[in-house]
């Protein structure tokens, strides 16, 4: 069953994650899963690419302005959100995804953050990609 996107963030959240899926595959990767839920954590997109696994957190965030996004001086860095715990989740949501898939001790697999920044009024959007996350 879908996911429901009530609120104005939930909405903002799953246009985000759209728009990094299209970011994916226009960057040649295959999407395996989108939301893969657990109840101690969610994956926001699962990927491969040269055999390698990617797990993908996105962090959406509306705008009145797309310009200088990418070079933020501001306090709030939308990345910032990943916090410990939240970290942590994650961990055991991948833990339980690559033994539910019986994927191999080998696979290479990394985590990814994605910040979509969204203009609504213009409908456009710019990515900031972080590559391989530590946990």
Do not use: C
Request: charged share 30%; hydrophobic share 40%.
């Amino acid at each position: 069953m879908p996911k429901v996107f009530t609120s104005k963030t939930q909405k903002t959240g799953e246009i985000g994650e759209n728009i990094a899926v299209k970011f994916l595959v226009k960057h040649n990767f295959l999407v395996l899963n989108r939301n893969y839920t657990k109840k101690w954590g969610e994956i926001d997109i699962i990927a491969e690419k040269n055999n390698k696994l990617y797990f993908i957190e996105v962090k959406s965030v509306a705008r009145e302005t797309l310009e200088n996004v990418l070079h933020e001086t501001s306090d709030y860095r939308p990345e910032d959100n990943m916090h410990p715990w939240k970290l942590k989740r994650l961990s055991r949501t991948i833990q339980t995804y690559l033994l539910s898939k019986k994927i191999p001790d080998e696979k290479e697999w990394q985590i990814d953050l994605l910040v979509v920044f969204l203009d609504m009024k213009n409908k456009k959007a710019k990515i900031k990609v972080v590559n391989d996350i530590i946990l």
